[in-house]
Nanobody, 121 residues
Framework: QVQLVESGGGLVQAGGSLRLSCAASGRASGYAMSWFRQAPGKEREFVVTISWSGGYIYYADSVKGRFTISRDNAKNTVYLQMNSLKPEDTAVYYC???????????????WGQGTQVTVSS
């Protein structure tokens, strides 16, 4: 079992930055980690994924160049640095752990509870 806890969400003005963290506990070794987000009235969508080694990273086009994912396996923590935030980035952000760094939601076994990110215009 893997437990995931996100933190770092909040309210920020457009153009601002936030850094999300996802702390993993339990048997978290070897998992790829990803961030997804869900805006009100919309389906959950893929944001970015990172392999266990950190050698493979893939971003959704909507965040490429603005968001940066990183991980510290010694701390079992994944980070999402979000810059140049836009109102359309407003959503609940979830981290997820899975055996491969893929974009499909159903391939992830473990999810955090989510953290709200609100970007005002």
């Amino acid at each position: 079992q893997v437990q995931l806890v996100e933190s770092g969400g909040g309210l920020v003005q457009a153009g601002g930055s936030l850094r999300l963290s996802c702390a993993a506990s339990g048997r978290a070794s070897g998992y790829a980690m990803s961030w997804f987000r869900q805006a009100p009235g919309k389906e959950r969508e893929f944001v970015v994924t990172i392999s266990w080694s950190g050698g493979y990273i893939y971003y959704a086009d909507s965040v490429k160049g603005r968001f940066t994912i990183s991980r510290d396996n010694a701390k079992n923590t994944v980070y999402l640095q979000m810059n140049s935030l836009k109102p359309e980035d407003t959503a609940v952000y979830y981290c997820a752990a899975g055996r491969a760094p893929v974009t499909r939601i159903n391939d992830y076994n473990y999810w955090g509870q989510g953290t709200q990110v609100t970007v005002s215009s």
